[in-house]
T-cell receptor
């Protein structure tokens, strides 16, 4: 399985701070995706990064991919209380890890 | 497009009863996924279809679970007989897949199943 595993399991920060979460996987991939899940809702796609890309931006989100280390990171800058959610990564087989639970305190 | 549609949104049933969950994917998508989410086990991929054909059902817990996709616009996940440990939120997602990789998945709102 290429299942991504997120780290840390939980992260608590103050509004305005940056949040960084990581994803590790086991085998080579074509692409890696990050998703957000608000409590009780379905996952929402945030960003997709392909194996030949090293960094990608979308608004306050920055994703990096290091295929040599089989890892990716998601950075949320200037966090807001509305960013409170669980964040998941998925690789080609569309299996998700346990996620990172982010809490942003106002 | 209305997005991925799931029904029912909530289902409460008694152990031993048959449960059928339904999903309508986004028009034009060629891949459909069924997931189950619980606190204990997280988000599990149960089965996925590509062009209405089941590609990987290794996540289906046991023979009590079955899934069908009779056409591009409809899929069902059936549990017969249901057990209390099947209580979970079941999500359906669809996407466009090309050349061996999947693109952005769109998730439905989920069906919250409670088996008493």
């Amino acid at each position: 399985s290429q299942q991504g595993e997120e780290d840390p399991q939980a992260l608590s920060i103050q509004e305005g701070e940056n949040a960084t979460m990581n994803c590790s996987y086991k085998t080579s991939i074509n692409n890696l995706q990050w998703y957000r899940q608000n409590s009780g809702r379905g996952l929402v796609h945030l960003i997709l990064i392909r194996s030949n890309e090293r960094e990608k931006h979308s608004g306050r989100l920055r994703v990096t991919l290091d295929t040599s280390k089989k890892s990716s990171s998601l950075l949320i800058t200037a966090s807001r209380a509305a960013d409170t959610a669980s964040y998941f990564c998925a690789t080609d087989d569309m299996r998700f890890g346990a996620g990172t639970r982010l809490t942003v305190k106002p | 497009d209305a997005g991925v549609i799931q029904s029912p949104r909530h289902e409460v049933t008694e152990m031993g009863q048959e449960v059928t969950l339904r999903c309508k994917p986004i028009s034009g998508h060629n891949s459909l996924f069924w997931y189950r989410q619980t606190m204990m086990r997280g988000l599990e991929l149960l089965i996925y279809f590509n062009n209405n054909v089941p590609i990987d059902d290794s996540g289906m817990p046991e023979d009590r679970f079955s899934a069908k996709m009779p056409n591009a616009s409809f899929s069902t996940l059936k549990i017969q007989p249901s057990e209390p440990r099947d209580s979970a939120v079941y999500f359906c997602a669809s996407s466009w897949a090309g050349q061996g990789s999947y693109n952005e998945q769109f998730f439905g709102p989920g069906t919250r199943l409670t088996v008493l």
